[in-house]
């Protein structure tokens, strides 16, 4: 049972950095650019999150919603001010742009909010199913959590398969030149991609406050690391991957910490990340591409 | 907006005290960053102390000047050398175990006094005639929780669960662990966590529970401990909980359920909800000027003020001295007299710089502190 | 390519290397006077050494980044490697050799050669790899690497050294010195890099760079940069330059953590994170990919200018991440460019 625990423990957490992940490959996917202040846009959208349930004492869905279009502006300034004039420079200059962008926003936050921690409402409370008597129990969060996750990652299929908008994305991930001469407008397919990643960063945000709730204006960077972990783990660019990494590195992390050492936990983490790399150098379901002469 | 016009006024009264020649004092702390809630809460208390004390009508006045050094012993040996610039003459070290370990060396080589606020490493004063403390060193902290816990029969299989890359948490466990034996305490479950993995505690709980621990000590600070306390009630774990100064400041998380916290025990020398005239009276204007209760880190600094001075007034000293006079001076009066402040009373300091105040056992009962026995 | 063109080639490469040197030269030559006439302000003479390490990290991940084409999110790491080592190294020499100048050159070699053997046991893996992967895998070694320091313990006693992991079971005879312990990492370092050495080391750095550059083995780097397939075709052992360039890189930043080290009283694990590593990258990518001289200013710059914002106080970091962007921004975008070309008046006429 003890294992079994350990096992849903490590989903939950696994569930956060998967959420976490979709934004991160979503946004490498398409825009070929590791931004590196996602964590940050979630710390973002924890704290309107936080002040929407806990100052305003709205519903604390509706506290997502504002969260969810705050972020969505706020993911669109920033790829409008920092990294659309960047759009031909070469990937390392993005790179370094969207850490800036994440000093920015940290520091933003922290004259804004101040540095004292925040214990963040849950959004759906801290009750769980329990299983078997009690032995087993999964808290709602987690729950929530999956789904949202199976959620996010099937609008997300659809929307890329499906949609006229979607197709122009998958266009740009294939080769930018050849999208523009085919009519698309690159420039704002790929801003599209960062509202919709920056979106998606609030309900992270709001879960990954739920599940472990104290907020600060550095809550999003070492998720984020990690998350960024995660979806190379699981193969960038692929959104089923991002979910997978994300599951396996909660998983991973937890029975490392239970059953190896609690103190070397993250060089085991790290040592199966690099293990899994050298066997699919892709990633779990990451595409190999093959270099042409 | 209302901040900025704080600040600009705080300026103002500062340059206001400059003219009237006042010791200049300084010191480092993180402003940014991570660690920011500990710096922030020293410098707040340092400034209220220094403001209280212009307003008196004694000889002593302070013109205080805080650094950022974002919790990094290279960014503190800049920002102490930042203040040096300036002029200072006594400095505060600074805020945090690594990086005054780091200003304590210029502090040494420079022959400027210091008096840290909340470094309690060992390694901070450890062959250092001019460095002192206000905190209680790490190791007498863990010593102490061990013999507090041995001798008012809290428990007898204990768990330990600590912070393996943080030099605070380490200090303390390396004691307790060390001096638990000996005050009849059995160390069932031991397990650590570090910055990129503190979110997650059901490993660690699990580990304590199965293993029968009826305490799980925490040396660390309050933020780990609120998702551990959190995690704990939702796995329906309930030991006794027992922490150590760090721990001071969970009852003020904006947001903070405190039924989490009901009967967790803890070491403390500051309490905000004491009744006495001067902690009231501190907590009253912290609350006025900053809109947050003060924790300990907030109440060192404020003590650290008043303790120079204190021992400035003492010592007849006068700002136009420099800074190795004024540090000559300081080790005699530190050395000799007696403090009486916000986190504790009667607080002598060895020549060691070690502090010697009584730790105060403290329960929290529906919210709120209350003195154990 | 005429024989003229090629002569031309050189020395516009050869006349960039020794601006190079003259910079560097000048800079010192400025920096000591001022410093030993007390012209100098404390805080800038406190930046001396902790600059010069920055410099010489900055030319060692060019090396790989600008050089080999491959982007390290761990160099950090063996600037960690080489701090620990070369700071117990000076630790255990303190006895043996007096004069402190010596002891400084043995840590850092010592320092360098950990380092390197740590670049080779982590190139033969990393080095498989390519782009974003290579990439997070840099990244992980610098976490494990931080995490190992972390728990481990090291001392000496009449016996000999005593190591051990997790928790201190060294169990020293009594008059042993604990030396590295774990997460408190070293204390009580004695205080003996100088800003002569840093300088020194920065000079070694860049001979070492310059050569390898411009050698048989240089020119393959940067065959691999370009092309790979093309450079595997014409029978360039890639593994092996890759390898080369990796533990190069890694033993000069092995000898600038000790240099770095030396300058502080104490160090930790955690001070040699991934925010540290990023923050190299930052120089390298500045000062643009390839340029030595770039990075080392770059590398000056962005350690004086935090300094130069404490007037801000609480809105210095901000402004921090401001002028980065905005720097990053002016270099990069070419609207940008074309704009400030046009406001510099010593421009060069365009043909």
Redesign the interface.
Known sequence: MTFLNFFISGISLGSIYAIIALGYTMVYGIAKMLNFAHGDVIMVGAYVCFYAVARYELNPFLGVVIAMIVCTILGMIVERLAYKPLRQAPSLAVLITAIGMSYFLQNTALLLWSSNPKVFPSIVGRGAFKLFDGELSISHITALTIIACLVIMAVLTLFISKTKMGKAMRACSEDKGAAQLMGINVNATISMTFAIGSGLAAVAGALLCSAYPTLMPTTGSLPGIKAFTAAVFGGIGSIPGAFLGGLMLGVIEIFAKAYISSQLSDAVVFGVLIVVLLVKPAGLLGKMTQEKV | MKKILV?ALLVLAMSATAFGAAFKIGGTGP????A??YG?AAMRGAQIAAEEINAMNIDVKFDLRY??D?H????A??????L??WGMQISLGSVTS?PA??T??ENFADRIFALTPSAS?A?VT??KDNVFQMCFVDPNQGTASAQYIGEKKLAKKVAVIWK????Y???VR?TFVENAGKHGLEIVSE???????D??F???L??AK?KGAELVFLPMYY?PA??IL?QA????YAPKWFGIDGMDGIL??????KSLAEGVMLLTPFNADAKDEKTQKFVKKYQEKFG?IPNQFAADGYDCVYAYCQALTQAKATPDMSAEDLCGKMIEQFTTMTFNGVTGDNVRWMKNGEVTKDPKGMVIKNGAYVGLD | MTMRRLINLKRAEARKIYLTYAVVIVAYIVCQVMSSTKFLSSSMRGMLVPICAYMVMAVSLNLVVGILGELSLGHAGFMSVGAFSGVATAILLQGVIPFAPVRLAIAMIVAAIFAAFAGFIIGIPVLRLKGDYLAIVTLAFGEIIKSILNNFYMGIDSQGIQMSMLSDTTRLLPGGKLIIRGPMGISGIQKIATFPAGAILLIIALMIVFNLVNSRSGRAFMAIRDDRIAAESIGLDITKYKMMAFVMSAALAGAAGALFAMNYSTIVANKFDFNTSILILVFVVLGGQGNMLGGIIAAAVLTILPEKLRSFSEYRMLLYAIVLIVMMLATNNAEIKEFLSRLNPFRRKEA
């Open positions: 600040c402003l940014t960053g991570g920011a809630i922030t650094e950022d974002t990094d012993a290279e960014k040996v800049n920002a102490y050398n930042a040096k610039d690594k370990e780091a304590a060396a490493s390694a450890e062959g393996n890359d943080d030099v948490s380490k200090g390396d397990t650590a966590f570090a910055d990129g993995n979110t997650d059901s490993v660690q699990t580990d199965n933020q609120s998702l959190a009630q939702a796995m329906g003020t998380m904006e947001g903070f359920d947050e």
